[in-house]
Structures are given as C-alpha cells and as structure tokens.
Nanobody, 125 residues
Framework: QVQLEESGGGSVQTGDSLRLSCVAS????????VAWFRQAPGKEREFVGS????????YFAESVKGRFTISKDNAQSTVYLQMKSLKPEDTAIYYC??????????????????WGQGTQVTVSS
C-alpha cells in the first residue's frame, strides 16, 4: 500500500521559514514527479511546486517563486519543501502528491495518483 506522509508544518510569524517533508512508503519516488499543493480555507487547492525526482527539475507557481525551493534526498524517498519569507497568504494545508504528469500538466492535481493527508502551515502577521 502506497502512503505519503507530510510533516514539518506549524505556526510561524511573517518572514519566518519552514521546511516540510514528504516521505513515501510502499513507493520509490524514482521516476515520479512529486508536487506540493496547498489549500487555504474557502479556496480551491492550488499548485505550489514540483520536482522531477529523476533529474531534479523543479517548477514553481509564480506566487512562491524565489521564496520556496524543493529538494530530494539521495535515496529519493523524501522530498522537501523549503519555505522562506513566509507571508500570511501562505497559510494553508500543504499536501504532497506523486504522479507522472506530462510537463505541460505538472500543475494539474488530477495528474497525481498518490496524496498525503496534509500538514497545516499558519503564518501570522
């Protein structure tokens, strides 16, 4: 059974940093794209960023570009979302997901097969 588990969320102040982790069990990330999505209260889920685990290419939403980075460990079993200069509008539940989207569909949540349960990030001003 494939499971993804996020961790590292919490409550921080504007300008702080957090690092989220996504660990897979029953699945090797090799050959997959791992993406981070987020959903704020009353809003639709939105794409944050992704990494093609084999190769390491990353792609980010404009709203987080320059502030967020995604990396993976050498064993390719954990993917990280490093968030810096956090803003109140970054407050959301953050989800990791794994799939094999074509490049043009990387930001579409329907392209991802496996999802974690999410971790809450709250940024206060």
């Amino acid at each position: 059974q494939v499971q993804l588990e996020e961790s590292g969320g919490g409550s921080v102040q504007t300008g702080d940093s957090l690092r989220l982790s996504c660990v897979a069990s029953g699945l090797s990330f090799s050959g997959y794209t791992v993406a981070w999505f987020r959903q704020a209260p009353g809003k639709e889920r939105e794409f944050v960023g992704s990494i093609r685990v084999s190769g390491g290419a990353t792609y980010f939403a404009e709203s987080v570009k320059g502030r967020f980075t995604i990396s993976k460990d050498n064993a390719q079993s954990t993917v990280y979302l490093q968030m810096k200069s956090l803003k109140p509008e970054d407050t959301a539940i953050y989800y990791c997901a794994a799939g094999r989207p074509i490049t043009s569909a990387t930001s579409q949540d329907r392209m991802y097969y496996y999802w974690g349960q999410g971790t809450q990030v709250t940024v206060s001003s």
